[in-house]
């Protein structure tokens, strides 16, 4: 497949001498696009299995075809594992949000819980590096910063789901490791409308109030430094086990939320900071799940990890700051 120009690739180690066969799985989700992209830009071998959403034969950005794969058909999988041959694969698809798990229990142990194993499975068989992609809310909130080796305690149908994924795959052996992601943010590729392209659009349209919490944190990290952490736990021999990935910051949704209008040099009369007593939830809101990512910096000191700024300045181009519309991401 052609390389992705826009995209930097990573460290230079990294990219040299990596042959692999790559899958990914949820390319056509938000992380999954930046990961495409970015494997494109390393000039690997990838194949993207995508939402079964999609038609068969939709081209991904580099006119190689992705693969629609329905992950609750976990007998279907081995299958389509055969046809790949991947020699590592990178598993990101996963029924992804808090309230999609609570309103169907079911479906997200299939697809985030069954469909994982079934996958890590498949690679101990092939002898392929498996990663799997969780996440921050496997944590109550209690404890932070949280470490690898603290014992989650998630708090909602979402996080239980993917602590149970990550049990169950790190139990099939292998190559197998774990990634648990803090909040992403970033621009979505694919014209989707996540936390962050709320905010952008709030502060950039007139509307009502958004309201953001002052005491719920998090250490948010932007979807492309994400995407080299984890095409560098793939690609390398790092080792497995549980790797954190957040940022370098410990930040609550209204402190992202003012620093992204100065940098888009906005006003910022339409958040409204508030605390999570006044608005209810259906299921409890973990209060603080900041990562302890130092293992992950500890083996790849030299792999980007910038400050929330200065990833936004990054991923807004000067030309956006003070625009109505949706900025054009440069990575
Ligand atoms: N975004 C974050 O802040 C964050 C933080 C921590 C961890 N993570 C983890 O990172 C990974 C990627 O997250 P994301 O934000 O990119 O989520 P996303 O945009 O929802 O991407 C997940 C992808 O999985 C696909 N999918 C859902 N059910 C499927 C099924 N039955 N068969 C095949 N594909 C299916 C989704 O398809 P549809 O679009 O059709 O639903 C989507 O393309 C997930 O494992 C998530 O748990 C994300």
């Known amino acids: ?18 042959a692999g066969r790559v ?26 299995w995508c939402s079964p959403r999609w038609s068969p034969g939709t081209p991904g950005d580099h006119n190689h075809p992705w693969q629609p794969v329905d992950l609750a058909q976990v007998a279907d999988l081995a299958a389509l594992f055969d046809r790949a041959q991947p020699t590592h694969v990178l598993h990101l698809a996963a029924l992804s949000t808090v309230a ?31 990663l799997l992609a969780s996440t921050d809310l496997v944590f109550s909130g209690d404890h932070a910063p949280c470490r690898p080796e603290d014992l989650p ?19 099939e052996g292998g190559d197998v490791a774990v990634a648990r992601l803090a909040l992403l943010f970033g621009p979505s590729l694919g014209g989707g409308r996540a936390w962050f392209d709320q905010q952008l659009q709030a502060l950039t349209t007139p509307g009502a109030p958004l309201p953001l919490f002052v005491d719920e ?43 992204l209008a100065r940098q888009l040099a906005c006003s ?57 519309h949706s900025p054009r991401p440069l990575a």
């Open 23 to 48: 899958l990914i799985t949820g390319v056509s989700g938000r992380l999954g696009r930046y990961a495409w992209r970015a494997a494109g830009a390393r000039d690997w071998t990838v194949e993207g």
């Open 1 to 18: 497949m052609n390389p992705a120009p826009e995209v930097a690739g990573s460290s230079a180690e990294t990219a040299r001498g990596f």
């Open 268 to 324: 910022s009369a339409r958040l409204a900071p508030v605390p999570r007593a006044e608005i209810a939830a259906p299921e409890p809101r973990p209060a603080d799940v900041s990562l302890d990512s130092s293992r992950w910096r500890s083996a790849f000191p030299h792999s980007p990890w910038p400050r929330y700024e200065e990833a936004l300045a990054q991923l807004l181009p000067p030309a956006t700051r003070g625009a109505t």
């Open 153 to 171: 305690a998630p708090r909602q149908v979402y996080g239980r789901s993917k602590w149970q994924a990550e049990q169950a795959v790190l139990a």
């Open 217 to 259: 944190w998090r250490t948010p990290l932007d979807y492309a430094t994400a995407t080299h952490g984890l095409l560098d736990l793939l690609s390398t021999d790092c080792g497995g086990g549980i790797w954190h990935l957040g940022g370098p910051e410990r930040l609550s949704r209204w402190e992202m939320g003012t620093r």
């Open 100 to 130: 999609g798990c609570l309103a169907q229990p079911e479906l997200a142990t299939q697809v985030n819980v069954q469909a994982s194993r079934e996958l890590a499975r498949l690679s101990r068989q092939a002898g392929a590096r498996f």
